[in-house]
């Protein structure tokens, strides 16, 4: 049983990979939003035999929903597996970050085992956690196989990007913590031939503002998107870029990064979680400490040292399967379901 049921592309690929390794697969909604669905969806679940349940992100909203959730799964002989993307949820998830703690640890006691995605998040879970949970160390599976980058002139004439200039992409402006600032002040202070191209749903009326008083107050600076794209859209945009900026303030793990790199495409990004897993200094691109930091970089990066950091990102980003990470998965699930 795979929870959240809609989450993108990282279980859509894992449920494809484990059904193809033999793992019968159902997904359980959103415990936070679709109550009491999915607690009868769990229940139906179980009665037709599943045994496992990897839970992916934190899918509460309160506590009564986490300790329902636990008590129901411990009766019913449910075994759970926990992926440990973020250290924290991206944004407050449960009134207060304390409670967001508080949630966590609750989450590390329930849990049989839990999955992380580089030794260095390991090793800083334990640290703040504790070592009560044991841990299994599975890369995020890239998306290499399963994109092909676009020509980057169709793009920038599809886009009406430029031909000539040096465009740094923001993609997702959907949380304060992916860095907005700092992106907006980098771009403000490059020189002349650089753009920023800054694209994504929006819903959060502050950054949408801060995005477009930027762009008022450096014309010809930033090109704005803020509609939801679709995959054919995203696919675009990378192309269009010549690298991608997401100067996170707290981030474990990024599904952006990862996609970015698959697409060839380097990145500039702070050296966080498991950032320093997939961007390599000088080779997929560069982690930075300040806006200064970021400023520097651009400045002296010219398009050809950029594109061929993007094609190293997705050689390494071949590297890094879904069906590796499928089948590490799968003997987990299989070893906590005999236990059952």
């Not at 939003?33 to 179980?46: E, G, V």
């Not at 380097?266 to 897993?277: K, L, S, Y």
């Not at 040292?305 to 399967?321: E, H, P, Y």
Request: aromatic content about 10%; proline content about 4%; charged content about 25%.
């Amino acid at each position: 049983m795979l929870c959240p049921s809609s989450s993108g592309p990282y279980l859509d690929n894992l449920s494809e990979e484990l059904r193809s390794q033999g793992i019968e697969v159902t997904f359980i909604p959103w415990f936070g939003k679709q109550m009491p669905y999915s607690l009868l969806r769990l229940m139906w679940s179980r009665a037709r035999g599943f045994r496992v349940m990897h839970m992916n992100w934190m899918p509460f909203n309160s506590f009564w929903q986490l300790r329902v959730t636990t008590r129901l799964t411990k009766a019913f002989g449910i075994r759970t597996v926990w992926t440990i993307h973020n250290m924290a949820p991206h944004r407050v998830q449960f009134g207060t970050e304390e409670k967001d703690k508080e949630a966590m640890r609750t989450m590390f006691a329930w849990a049989d085992r839990g999955v992380v995605h580089s030794v260095r998040v390991m090793e800083a879970v334990r640290a703040e956690y504790g070592d009560g949970l044991p841990l299994d160390v599975i890369h995020h599976g890239s998306y290499a196989d399963r994109v092909e980058p676009l020509d980057q002139g169709e793009a920038r004439r599809a886009l009406g990007v430029p031909e000539d200039a040096f465009a740094v992409l923001l993609l997702g402006p959907n949380r304060w913590n992916k860095g907005i600032r700092t992106y907006l002040d980098s771009i403000s202070r490059l020189p002349k031939g650089f753009i920023g191209l800054v694209a994504g749903a929006c819903p959060d009326p502050g950054i949408r503002d801060l995005i477009l008083d930027h762009k008022e107050r450096n014309p010809g600076k930033f090109m704005i998107d803020l509609r939801r794209l679709s995959d054919e859209e995203v696919a675009e945009y990378y192309a269009a870029s010549d690298i991608l900026l997401m100067p996170f303030e707290r981030v474990t793990t990024s599904g952006t990064v990862i996609e970015s790199l698959s697409h060839a495409r380097a990145v500039i990004t702070t050296d966080q979680g498991d950032m320093r897993e997939w961007v390599r200094n000088g080779e997929t691109g560069f982690l930075v400490g300040s806006v200064d930091d970021i400023v520097a970089v651009l400045s002296g990066l010219d398009r050809d040292v950029a594109r061929r950091m993007g094609a190293n990102g997705r050689a390494l980003a071949f590297q890094r399967s879904w069906a590796d990470s499928a089948d590490r998965y799968a003997s987990i699930f299989r070893e906590l379901g005999r236990s059952v």
